[in-house]
Nanobody, 129 residues
Framework: QVQLVESGGGSVQAGGSLRLSCAAYGSTYSVYYTYNNCMGWFRQAPGKEREGVAVIDSDGRTSYGDSVKGRATISKDNAKNTLYLQMNSLKPEDTAMYYC??????????????????WGQGTQVTVSS
C-alpha cells in the first residue's frame, strides 16, 4: 500500500507557471515499486470527467494529453521519490483539481484512469484571466 500526496497547486494568472509535486509514502519496497513503474497526472474540473494530463513510464518515456501538449512536462526523480508536473503558459481552462496516480505497471496510457491503482487527494490549480 502506498499513499500519494500532491503539493504545489495554487492560484495564478493566465500565462503563468506552476510546478506540482507528488510524494509517495509507504514501505521502502512499495515506494520503490511505485516510482519505478508508470505514474501520471490527471485533472478534473467541476462537472467534467477526469482527464489525463501526462504519464511517464518505467523507462522514462512520456505522453501528454492533447490539451496540454507543448505546455506541460512530466518528470520524476527516483532518488527523491518525487513526481513532478511543470505547467507553463497556463490558461483559465487549466483550472481543475490535479491528481497524482500510480499504475504499478511498466507502461500506462494517459487517457485511461482505470489503469491506475493509487491516487492522491489532489491539489487545486486555479488560473484567472
Amino acid at each position: 500500500q502506498v499513499q500519494l500526496v500532491e503539493s504545489g497547486g495554487g492560484s495564478v494568472q493566465a500565462g503563468g507557471s506552476l510546478r506540482l509535486s507528488c510524494a509517495a509514502y509507504g514501505s521502502t519496497y512499495s515506494v520503490y515499486y511505485t516510482y519505478n513503474n508508470c505514474m501520471g497526472w490527471f485533472r478534473q474540473a467541476p462537472g467534467k470527467e477526469r482527464e489525463g494530463v501526462a504519464v511517464i513510464d518505467s523507462d522514462g518515456r512520456t505522453s501528454y494529453g492533447d490539451s496540454v501538449k507543448g505546455r506541460a512536462t512530466i518528470s520524476k526523480d527516483n532518488a527523491k521519490n518525487t513526481l513532478y508536473l511543470q505547467m507553463n503558459s497556463l490558461k483559465p481552462e487549466d483550472t481543475a483539481m490535479y491528481y497524482c496516480a500510480a499504475s504499478g505497471r511498466r507502461v500506462c496510457t494517459v487517457g485511461v484512469p482505470n489503469e491506475f491503482r493509487y491516487w492522491g487527494q489532489g491539489t487545486q490549480v486555479t488560473v484567472s484571466s
